[in-house]
């Protein structure tokens, strides 16, 4: 049994997801079991919509056209997902009626993207002869905790899931992204949650693959809109897949990996565009052959907090104490690094970080400075290299840019450095022109 998880740029037009299905054809002897993310673009429309919401009463026109096209360009009947569309008009006039918007309802919103999508594939499939079903992935059994907007699924998920697909005789159409928590409630597993459904399902049936079809050709050795030279990377291991998918790589949700670690399934991220690339397979085995640096990966829109406290010194519990306030108010902290007096943290957060200034202040000097980016280098075989920290800095120091923080976490495989953003295109091609050539 295989996963083949494709994403919405894979499902945008009627001419893509006939590609889908000729891929899928082709790989039918191997038991596929298809995860469908919402065409692109839709999730952003109905988030779009349900904001609006708020404000005024809105149509669907776009989303409804937008689908009666697809059907109509792929010879589908036009009222076959009818019944999705009405529902989502009725919750949206609900929603500018009570003109409140929670996250739950939200979840709710966004869960008509990929209910959509996948009646639209499994019926394409059927309609070129081929058994296939869509289901809604809390029909197989998904369950999740009630964290809206990013839940996490629960253990009794995967031997349902495992059960229910042994009873499907058709071939299986799952939306991704979406799922129920233990009281009914629609969830979502947070934007791109599509290739988490996929390694959930993957692991729950103990497949042999997880495809994750999407428009690159793999992992790249950098961004290629940054490195336009940037090669496609044949294999990665879970580890530097996992540093890079949460540095921003996008090609990848980073808690894909987390199911697939767990029972050692291989994830091959391939390209519904190019479906003879061979693509990237990321595997459990280590470093491998191959230079030890793989890829650079930048993530921008940091926000740099400055932590000096003289009471720091010779202190127990001062950590904890800072990192309470964080966990009180809910700040993801990204990147850290320390001093005897001070620590140094970055965070993506949006929120605004005024209370949890007040809190720091309380026992310590306080600094703010936004704009910042991360760029990270990974490789096994950064470890057991002893050069290539220093030719990271030596790179930055010719290309000159400054860098204000720095960590190599305990893996060893990765270098992180905190630049300023609008030094983050100077810095990864630097360094991808000292570790690639150009
Ligand atoms: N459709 C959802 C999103 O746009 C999930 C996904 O694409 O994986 O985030
Ligand atoms: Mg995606």
Same mark, same amino acid.
């Given at each position: 049994?295989?996963?083949?998880?494709?994403?919405?740029?894979?499902?945008?037009?009627?001419?893509?997801?006939?590609?889908?299905?000729?891929?899928?054809?082709?790989?039918?002897?191997?038991? #596929?079991?298809?995860?469908?993310?919402?065409?692109?673009?839709?999730?952003?429309?109905?988030?779009?919509?349900?904001?609006?919401?708020?404000?005024?009463?809105?149509?669907?026109?776009?989303?409804?056209?937008?689908?009666?096209?697809?059907?109509?360009?792929?010879?589908?009947?036009?009222?076959?997902?009818?019944?999705?569309?009405?529902?989502?008009?009725?919750?949206?006039?609900?929603?500018?009626?009570?003109?409140?918007?929670?996250?739950?309802?939200?979840?709710?919103?966004?869960?008509?993207?990929?209910?959509?999508?996948?009646?639209?594939?499994?019926?394409?499939?059927?309609?070129?002869?081929?058994?296939?079903?869509?289901?809604?992935?809390?029909?197989?059994?998904?369950?999740?905790?009630?964290?809206?907007?990013?839940?996490?699924?629960?253990?009794?998920?995967?031997?349902?899931?495992?059960?229910?697909?042994?009873?499907?005789?058709?071939?299986?159409?799952?939306?991704?992204?979406?799922?129920?928590?233990?009281?009914?409630?629609?969830?979502?597993?947070?934007?791109?949650?599509?290739?988490?459904?996929?390694?959930?399902?993957?692991?729950?049936?103990?497949?042999?693959?997880?495809?994750?079809?999407?428009?690159?050709?793999?992992?790249?050795?950098?961004?290629?809109?940054?490195?336009?030279?940037?090669?496609?990377?044949?294999?990665?291991?879970?580890?530097?897949?996992?540093?890079?998918?949460?540095?921003?790589?996008?090609?990848?949700?980073?808690?894909?990996?987390?199911?697939?670690?767990?029972?050692?399934?291989?994830?091959?991220?391939?390209?519904?565009?190019?479906?003879?690339?061979?693509?990237?397979?990321?595997?459990?085995?280590?470093?491998?052959?191959?230079?030890?640096?793989?890829?650079?990966?930048?993530?921008?829109?940091?926000?740099?907090?400055?932590?000096?406290?003289?009471?720091?010194?010779?202190?127990?519990?001062?950590?904890?104490?800072?990192?309470?306030?964080?966990?009180?108010?809910?700040?993801?902290?990204?990147?850290?690094?320390?001093?005897?007096?001070?620590?140094?943290?970055?965070?993506?957060?949006?929120?605004?970080?005024?209370?949890?200034?007040?809190?720091?202040?309380?026992?310590?000097?306080?600094?703010?400075?936004?704009?910042?980016?991360?760029?990270?280098?990974?490789?096994?075989?950064?470890?057991?290299? #002893?050069?290539?920290?220093?030719?990271?800095?030596?790179?930055?120091?010719?290309?000159?840019?400054?860098?204000?923080?720095?960590?190599?976490?305990?893996?060893?495989?990765?270098?992180?450095?905190?630049?300023?953003?609008?030094?983050?295109?100077?810095?990864?091609?630097?360094?991808?022109?000292?570790?690639?050539?150009?």
């Amino acid at each position: 049994m295989i996963v083949m998880k494709f994403g919405g740029t894979s499902l945008a037009e009627a001419e893509d997801i006939r590609k889908v299905t000729a891929l899928v054809r082709a790989r039918l002897p191997e038991h #596929p079991v298809v995860v469908v993310s919402a065409h692109a673009g839709v999730t952003n429309e109905l988030d779009r919509l349900a904001r609006a919401a708020l404000e005024r009463a809105t149509g669907i026109v776009g989303i409804r056209e937008r689908h009666l096209r697809i059907l109509r360009e792929l010879d589908l009947p036009a009222d076959l997902v009818e019944d999705l569309l009405r529902e989502l008009e009725s919750l949206l006039t609900g929603l500018s009626l009570v003109r409140e918007l929670t996250p739950r309802s939200l979840d709710y919103v966004h869960s008509f993207g990929e209910l959509l999508s996948s009646r639209i594939v499994a019926a394409r499939f059927r309609h070129e002869g081929i058994a296939a079903r869509a289901i809604p992935s809390w029909d197989l059994g998904l369950v999740t905790d009630g964290n809206f907007g990013g839940a996490h699924p629960q253990a009794e998920s995967w031997p349902r899931i495992r059960r229910s697909l042994e009873r499907v005789k058709e071939l299986p159409v799952i939306t991704g992204y979406i799922a129920k928590d233990r009281d009914g409630n629609i969830t979502t597993l947070g934007r791109s949650g599509s290739d988490y459904t996929a390694s959930i399902v993957g692991a729950a049936v103990g497949a042999g693959e997880i495809q994750i079809w999407t428009d690159v050709s793999g992992v790249m050795t950098a961004d290629p809109r940054i490195v336009p030279g940037a090669r496609s990377l044949p294999r990665l291991s879970f580890a530097e897949m996992s540093e890079l998918a949460y540095y921003g790589a996008r090609v990848i949700h980073p808690s894909t990996m987390i199911p697939a670690v767990e029972k050692k399934i291989p994830i091959r991220v391939l390209n519904t565009h190019a479906p003879e690339h061979p693509g990237t397979v990321v595997l459990d085995d280590g470093p491998g052959e191959g230079p030890a640096v793989r890829s650079i990966a930048q993530r921008r829109g940091l926000t740099l907090i400055s932590v000096v406290s003289t009471r720091m010194l010779l202190q127990h519990g001062f950590m904890a104490r800072l990192f309470d306030v964080f966990a009180r108010h809910e700040v993801v902290v990204d990147m850290i690094s320390t001093s005897e007096i001070s620590v140094s943290i970055t965070t993506d957060s949006k929120k605004d970080l005024t209370p949890v200034v007040r809190e720091l202040s309380a026992f310590a000097d306080v600094e703010i400075e936004a704009g910042k980016a991360i760029v990270c280098v990974v490789g096994e075989g950064i470890r057991t290299s #002893p050069d290539t920290a220093a030719d990271i800095l030596d790179t930055l120091r010719r290309a000159a840019v400054v860098t204000r923080m720095i960590s190599m976490g305990a893996t060893g495989i990765n270098v992180s450095l905190l630049v300023a953003e609008e030094a983050v295109e100077t810095a990864v091609r630097a360094l991808h022109r000292a570790f690639f050539g150009s």
